[in-house]
């Protein structure tokens, strides 16, 4: 019970007391105590303030030039905090600019890839029934990419009528993880075209053994068979 009280604390402070974040020019890490400790120390400075101001015109002069020193200081102080603050914040903002570009970049690159080599991929997340879909998948299904939503639906309602029934067999021996997921079928376009494909995908089971998340790729074979 000890111990676990003790890793709540920490866990509670860590934020403050344990931020190891680097800046990118080697500046000290910035730490940020918690609200409830800058509100209290903002009330504390407020009451001494008012002390200060009503005790003012009975102190001696050299108590008055230490204040002016100290508040000085303060002034100071809170500025500095605040400039490294806005750089440790502008640091930042470039550093997630440059993960973005440097995304978009391979976003672009696997999409060009795909294109050359008639593949497309896909991520369903299994668990709630979210489908992503690759720019040459939607080609593939005769799609521009973006035009439609990724659905099991949609999928299954352009395979071939008589590959349907074989490929939800097979979906279904993967998800309860008695097989891998490695399907040649028929898909029958909107315009009346019709291709065939090669999928394969690899499914991921939480602790439970339930199907999380099936990851693949479907390959264009149309004119090798």
């Known amino acids: 019970m000890k111990m676990r009280q003790t890793q709540q604390a920490e866990s509670r402070m860590r934020p403050w007391i344990a931020d190891t974040t680097t800046l990118a020019d080697g500046a000290r890490p910035l730490r940020h105590p918690p609200s409830a400790l800058l509100m209290a120390g903002a009330l504390a400075g407020l009451l001494a303030g008012v002390g200060v ?22 002034v100071w102080l809170g500025w500095r905090h605040t400039q490294q603050v806005a750089r440790h914040d502008g640091v ?9 570009r440097r995304l978009e970049r391979r976003a672009q690159q696997l999409d060009e890839a795909e294109h050359l080599v008639d593949v497309g991929s896909f991520d369903w997340y299994v668990d709630r029934n979210e489908l992503h879909w690759s720019e040459q998948h939607f080609r593939l299904w005769g799609f521009e990419p973006g035009t439609v939503v990724p659905t099991l639906e949609l999928f299954r309602r352009h395979l071939h009528p008589d590959d349907a029934e074989r490929v939800s067999d097979l979906l279904q ?16 376009r909107s315009d009346g075209s019709v291709r065939v494909v090669r999928a394969r995908a690899t499914v991921r089971f939480d602790e439970q053994g339930q199907a999380q998340r099936m990851i693949g790729a479907v390959l264009d074979i149309t004119e090798r068979v």
């Open 53 to 74: 101001a009503l005790a003012w015109p009975a102190l001696p002069w050299a108590a008055r030039a230490v204040l002016l020193v100290l508040l000085a200081l303060a």
């Open 92 to 100: 930042e903002h470039d550093l997630q600019a440059e993960r973005l």
């Open 173 to 188: 021996q993967a998800l309860q993880g008695r097989s891998g997921y490695d399907c040649t079928h028929r898909v029958r």
